[in-house]
């Protein structure tokens, strides 16, 4: 046998022994020798897990709950620039094959294989790939990349014979993973550019396409110069295959790459607020699950959660917390650089590191919220500790009392950095656990008309515990009225002893706090500890006429169909605490205090006109700082402090309430006003009050020291002094004092 006959043989030999091991081995995979191999009716049934979205009450996004960060979108929703740069990049002869590209295994075969040209390409059809993406690959040894490619070929035909070309790049598109936990063009476009997919311009069509050669290489936020480079390749491609033309591809290739990056998940807006909106939508799933047994997975069934959220009322406080707040933390900054403070706080973080062994000179990287920006620094172990300590804290909640709609939850001042939640901590109420004591006086039977006195005592059992009021005056006699519109301390106690610990203490409950109130004078002065959630409750049931509606966050949901599982039913869990005159009259009240008392500054400083009860508070050496706002239609509560209580401004030039925390509701309803819609909807006043409750508020707020105080005065070592304000109720006196002698209108009740 000749040599070339020979070679001959051999080579037929070898090529028949090839094609029946080829034949051979995939029909051992068609046969499912190495697994399983998805039928017809499993690839039909193939279903991508969706993340949940969540909005806000004017239509937002606002975040996402998901096991894999994921929307679904439909093929129509896609626009074709974007179908053009996929073809053009991954697969270009992809509406000319069924699933498998003969002319790129070809390619393969020769010169990734034989040549190992790595550069020639993978092989895969989009199709092809898109298995990969819903089924991952598992490993058969050195046959792994074979057995797994053979599969895939095999399964790509059955996926075209039962999908049309369209619904396949949809699925490739809702699968593909683009980095960062985020799957799916759609995902992918809200993350980078803060958009829908169907609002992408063609450069921004192709850098999503351009990041599916390497998800973390070409991501556009952590290596923009990568993706930059990859975008043109992208174009240029697209140019190739006549989907643009040279002029739109040169125009295309100078722009630079803008992102707007929307990471829900760790730098979200309302991510505070998704916390709750994800407990009670847990909760809302299980009693569906109980009465129907319907089950549904919130991290992957793609619903559709509409949430009470306003995402406008809650941007206003945002901002509010970036102006006001960045101001009052440098100023408490410069406090504790040098002085007093400055030693004080050296003293504790010396103690701290000396009870822990710790070295405070130890440098550590860490992430760092600034309101200037957020960036990661190595500092060292003291100054990390010294900045955790004077950083100011601080919660606003917004409610709609009448149905307990959340309207806006600001928790904090950086949810990445900060994730403890202000609006459910509990902190020294101060002052505005004020109103709750003189609601239950009225609940008693008292008249805002009664009068308390202003003459201090010393507690001989409380050890020698002395009540003063906020500006150190002392003596005559003031309304209800009077003493709570100015917040005055001395006859807030006298009252206490009035009503009895155990008449608060029933009213403190019956409005939803759970703190237990310790029975001690100071009780009165607000010692006792809540959140700014139960303080909106509270003074929601004044907003109400007396009636408490639990607050909710949920108002609809919606499975990934279209259709309605859950609609929130209005008036669930209303309760009366307290007698709709009650809350009249302290409605009446508080409205004093925001136009009259220590709550001015939101009229003559943030020129809020709208309809406004409310209640600042100032704890002990101004530890915290509390206010509280509302009418009909709206309660706003907020609160600012230090981490620490004993890390405090020194004054009430800057810690007090209506200093350090009012300015927060202030700003924010200033914003409001200026938004037409909403002035309307929430500049409902309060209800005009009868002839009856009426005339109980008819009387002056102070009376001057009788003779028998005036006796007291004398011999006391320390004058009784009165303030500016009370000396202007003397003329007011005067104008009533025959009338008081003829009736007695002004008589003391219940001492």
């Known amino acids: 046998m000749s040599m070339l006959k020979r070679i001959l043989y051999w080579f037929t030999v070898i090529l028949l022994t090839l094609i029946v091991g080829v034949v051979l081995f995939v029909t051992a995979v068609n046969f499912e ?36 960060n994921r929307t679904n979108i439909t093929y129509d929703q896609i626009p074709v620039h974007v179908v053009h740069a996929l073809v053009a990049t991954e697969d270009a002869r992809y509406f000319e094959h069924e699933g498998i590209d003969s002319r790129s295994l070809v390619r393969v075969l ?75 063009i759609e995902s992918a476009s809200r993350l980078f550019f803060n958009k829908k997919v169907r609002n992408l311009n063609i450069s921004e069509g192709a850098v999503l396409i351009g990041i599916l050669k390497a998800n973390t290489y070409y991501n556009p936020r952590l290596y923009p110069e990568h993706a930059f480079e990859r975008r043109n390749v992208v174009l240029h491609q697209m140019k190739k295959y006549g989907y643009l033309s040279e002029y739109q591809t040169d125009s295309l ?30 909760e809302i799933l299980s009693d569906i699950e109980k009465e129907s ?180 005056s002392e003596g005559g006699e003031y309304s209800l009225t009077g003493a709570l519109i100015r917040s005055k301390n001395i006859p807030t106690v006298d009252l206490l002893f009035k009503v009895g610990f155990d008449e608060v203490d029933y009213l403190w409950r019956k409005m939803g706090f759970s703190s237990k109130l310790p029975h001690v004078p100071a009780m009165a002065l607000g010692i006792v500890d809540a959140s700014l959630y139960e ?94 706002s509302y009418n009909p239609n709206i309660v706003m509560v907020t609160r600012v402090g230090a981490s620490y209580s004993s890390i405090h401004f020194n004054s009430g030039a800057n810690g007090s309430g209506g200093r350090l925390a009012l300015p927060l509701v202030g700003l924010t309803l200033q914003q409001l006003e200026k938004n037409r819609v909403l002035r309307d909807i929430y500049s409902e006043g309060f209800k005009t009050l009868d002839a009856t409750n009426h005339a109980e508020l008819e009387c002056p707020d102070y009376e001057v020291d009788n003779t028998i105080d005036k006796i007291k005065g004398i011999f006391s070592k320390k004058s009784t002094t009165i303030s500016r304000s009370e000396k202007k109720q003397e003329a007011k006196i005067k104008k009533y004092s025959k009338k008081k002698k003829k009736n007695g209108w002004f008589k003391k009740k219940n001492k």
């Open 293 to 472: 047994g319907n089950v549904w997975d919130f991290r992957s069934d793609g619903l559709r959660v509409e949430t009470t959220l306003n995402s406008e009322i809650h941007g206003y406080g945002l901002i509010a917390f970036r102006k006001h707040l960045s101001t009052m933390q440098n100023r408490l900054q410069l406090q504790y650089a040098s002085g007093k403070s400055r030693t004080e706080l050296n003293e504790r973080i010396e103690a701290w590191a000396s009870k822990r062994g710790r070295d405070l000179s130890k440098q550590r990287t860490q992430e760092i919220f600034s309101w200037d920006d957020l960036y990661s620094d190595s500092i060292s172990v003291r100054d990390s500790l010294q900045m955790a300590l004077t950083t100011l804290h601080a919660g606003l909640l917004s409610v709609n009392p009448k149905t307990g709609a959340i309207l806006s939850w600001i928790g904090g001042i950086d949810f990445r950095t900060q994730p403890f939640d202000q609006v459910k901590a509990k902190r020294q109420m101060a002052s505005t656990f004020k109103p709750i004591l003189y609601a239950a006086a009225l609940e008693k039977g008292m008249s805002p008309c009664d009068y308390l006195s202003n003459t201090a005592k010393v507690f001989t059992d409380q050890d020698n515990w002395k009540v003063r009021n906020y500006d150190h």
């Open 535 to 628: 303080l909106a409750g509270a003074y929601s049931a004044f907003a109400n006429g007396g009636e408490k509606v639990p607050f909710y966050s949920i108002q609809r949901i919606y499975a990934a169909d279209g259709s309605l599982i859950y609609q929130r039913q209005a008036g669930l869990g209303k309760e009366q605490v307290m007698e709709s005159r009650t809350a009249s009259l302290m409605n009446e009240m508080l409205q004093r205090a925001i136009n009259e008392g220590t709550g001015t500054a939101i009229r003559k400083t943030y020129n809020v006109k709208l309809p406004l009860a409310g209640k600042t508070g100032t704890s002990q050496n101004f530890g915290d700082a509390w206010f509280a």
């Open 110 to 184: 020769f010169k990734t294989i034989l040549l190992s040209e790595r550069s020639s390409g993978g092989g895969s059809t989009i199709t092809q790939q898109l298995l990969k993406n819903m089924y991952g690959r598992k490993n058969f040894g050195p046959l792994t990349m074979l057995v797994n490619k053979t599969k895939e070929a095999l399964l790509a035909t059955r996926l075209e014979e039962i999908y049309s070309k369209e619904e396949i790049l949809a699925l490739y598109l809702n699968t593909i993973p683009f980095g960062e936990n985020v799957f799916g």
């Open 253 to 282: 290739q100078t722009l630079p790459i803008v992102l707007d990056y929307a990471n829900f998940e760790s730098n979200g807006t309302a991510n505070y607020f998704l916390i709750e909106v994800k407990k009670e939508l847990q």
């Open 33 to 68: 020798f190495f697994g399983h191999l998805y039928s017809k009716t499993e690839l039909k049934e193939f279903k991508n897990q969706a993340a949940t979205e969540v909005y806000s009450s004017d239509n937002q996004v606002i975040g996402k709950f998901f096991a894999e």
